[in-house]
């Protein structure tokens, strides 16, 4: 990438190049899921699920397989599939993406590259073979992977990179759900559990728009719920934040299965030192075990243990047409926290945005369809499905820690954009009580605990050490002039292992140039330029007299790691040179004079 656009210009580009092969990918994810589920439950099991986005008269067509033990041989080939291809080339591309995409940002900021292509291979393996999981994972892991290749591929820098990271996140959950506004901010939101990361935001914005405009021309752009009015009053309110409650105490359950059920897999594969590659067999044989039975208990049985398959996103449409008994309802949460658990915690590949979803609106519509038998004028049927949204963002927002991100996308997803106050009430709720708990774990609480913000935070240390007392003093600096031929520069990088030198001409400080610069001539060959063609000019500089603290502050905001000393009262002149490790070394330094850790 050019080294002459600004980091405002880098980002813009970041956030096109990211939107439009996050925009590409998900679409040939979707498409791909789809062809896979009608093979899978439609040509070998025979029935076709209940869909999200059919209108009532289509959706009322569905029925229970005609044979469903077929279900059982099916799932556990997807396992053993799924399972293969994950532990025998990428093991990190097991479980819900999300979370390994929250722990790339806060690590190294880096995906491997073959990580996005064979997510979205296991993905579309699990959930068409009938894994409950969800596409969101998937589909984040899968853009924030691109983001990351586009990064490597540029040669950005490493705050660069973790933007592009977190720009695919939104990106592709903005796409795949055609929420893009709640995509976006859910790539700032869903990375801590008490912050934002601020920097996302804009880029996040357009990547969004990129994306969402390409899968739309394709999948059209409705909602991906087929949308039902709903009236509230504020009356009614009271009966939303009881919701929260309630959703708190789902979410909690939730959880604590979740991971409960992760720990239990690997603590029984560990202990009789099982291969890994069958552990999802297992948890999907567990699966289909659960739906069958289900199924062959009663007809009402057999629509919860239905739901237990794939993304259940039908009967979150059955759910919003209030077309399922609160018998129904009531059991739905329970069976699809079970088999989600199952599939993804015994490392299957798959979101848990979709399950939580179908977990919520099925505890909304269970605790107003409960109010509306016991208060029918109070809970008129045609709020149905108003508690039904409301359930999915309180549900899916609080154990996220991404309330306002969630709460948006559900909107977006449903249409209904006049359930906002209600949802806001609920959400808070629900979102205060469930505390610290979440389902992502690889969030951290603050950007201070973030490695992708460190130094950020200890500028306080700083601001009493001068540029002067730190600096490499002038007599020990390696300068350059700009006739000099670039090749000199690689071979002072060699001796010296400096990556940076000042450029001097009558002793006036006139650029600065780094193996950054000469990387372009290095590719070409021609290193007999001189070293004027090459450097960065205008340079750059900071007075000897100044902090530490804002000589850091200067380096974040350029994205620089070298700033040549200039005398306090002659901008031009050269005194000396400034590095970061210079200041990590001032800052170590001052933390063990001062016995601090």
């Not at 959706?59 to 077929?70: E, G, V």
């Not at 097991?94 to 491997?112: L, Q, S, V, Y």
């Not at 948890?283 to 007809?299: H, W």
Request: hydrophobic share 50%; net charge negative; charged share 15%.
């Amino acid at each position: 990438m050019s080294e002459g656009a600004t980091p405002s210009q880098r980002i813009f580009l970041i956030a096109v190049i990211v939107g439009v092969i996050s925009g590409i990918g998900a679409l040939v994810f979707f498409e791909a899921l789809k062809i896979g589920t009608r093979f899978c439950m439609g040509t070998i099991v025979g029935f076709h699920l209940p869909e999200e986005g059919q209108s009532m008269a289509e959706i009322a067509l569905w029925s229970a397989p005609p044979n469903p033990w077929l279900i059982i041989p099916v799932i556990c080939l997807g396992g053993l599939l799924s399972g293969l291809l994950v532990y025998t080339y990428a093991p990190e591309a097991e479980g819900h993406g999300t979370d390994a995409a929250i722990k790339a940002f806060h690590g190294e900021g880096r995906i491997r590259h073959r990580i996005p292509l064979l997510k979205a291979l296991t993905a579309v393996i699990t959930i068409s073979t009938g894994g409950s999981a969800g596409r969101e994972g998937p589909t984040a892991q899968m853009s924030a992977g691109f983001g990351s290749m586009v990064a490597d591929y540029l040669g950005l820098s490493e705050r660069e990179r973790r933007i592009a990271l977190a720009t695919g996140i939104g990106a592709g959950i903005g796409t795949i759900f055609k929420a893009p506004l709640g995509g976006a901010i859910l790539a700032a939101e869903v990375l801590y559990t008490r912050d934002f990361e601020a920097e996302a935001i804009i880029p996040g914005f357009l990547a969004s728009v990129i994306g969402y405009a390409i899968f739309g021309s394709v999948e059209g752009f409705e909602p991906v719920f087929s949308p039902v009015a709903v009236e509230w009053t504020v009356i009614q309110i009271p009966l939303f934040l009881f919701l929260g409650v309630v959703c708190a105490g789902m979410g909690l359950l939730y959880i604590r299965t979740f991971y409960g059920t992760k720990q239990v897999f690997a603590t029984i594969f560990e202990r009789y030192h099982l291969p890994k590659h069958i552990k999802p067999v297992a948890g999907a044989f567990l699966t289909g075990l659960l739906v069958v039975a289900l199924i062959y208990l009663s007809p009402e049985t057999a629509v919860v243990g239905l739901a237990g398959l794939g993304t259940g996103y039908g009967f979150i449409q059955l759910a919003l047409y209030s077309m399922l008994p609160l018998s129904v309802l009531l059991f739905i949460p329970l069976v699809k926290i079970l088999t989600t658990s199952l599939t993804i915690g015994s490392g299957g590949s798959g979101g848990v945005f979709a399950p939580g979803l179908v977990i919520g609106a099925a505890t909304g519509g269970a605790v107003g369809m409960a109010f509306h038998l016991l208060a029918p004028a109070y809970v008129p049927a045609t709020l149905l499905p108003g508690f039904v949204v409301v359930g999915m963002i309180a549900f899916f927002g609080a154990i996220s820690n991404a309330p306002i991100a969630v709460m948006i996308m559900v909107v977006e997803m449903t249409g209904n954009f006049s359930l906002f106050v209600p949802a806001m009430g609920a959400v808070a709720v629900a979102y205060v009580l469930t505390g610290e708990s979440t389902i992502f774990v690889e969030q951290v609480h603050t950007r201070a605990q973030s490695r992708a913000h460190r130094g950020e935070y200890e500028v306080d240390v700083l601001e009493g050490i001068m540029v002067k007392d730190v600096m490499i003093p002038r007599s020990s600096v390696i300068a350059l002039t700009p006739g000099d031929a670039c090749e000199t520069v690689l071979d002072l990088v060699n001796s010296t292992e400096h990556t940076g030198y000042p450029v001097l001409d009558r002793d006036e400080i006139v650029g600065i140039i780094t193996t950054r610069d000469v990387r372009t001539l290095l590719a070409v060959g021609d290193l007999s330029r001189p070293v004027r063609e090459a450097m960065t000019a205008p340079v750059v500089t900071v007075a000897e007299n100044r902090s530490l603290e804002e000589a850091l502050q200067l380096m974040m905001e350029l994205d620089i790691h070298h700033l040549p000393v200039v005398a306090k009262d002659a901008p031009g002149r050269l005194v000396g040179f400034l590095t970061r490790t210079d200041l990590m070394l001032a800052h170590t330094r001052y933390l063990a004079s001062t016995g601090q850790s």
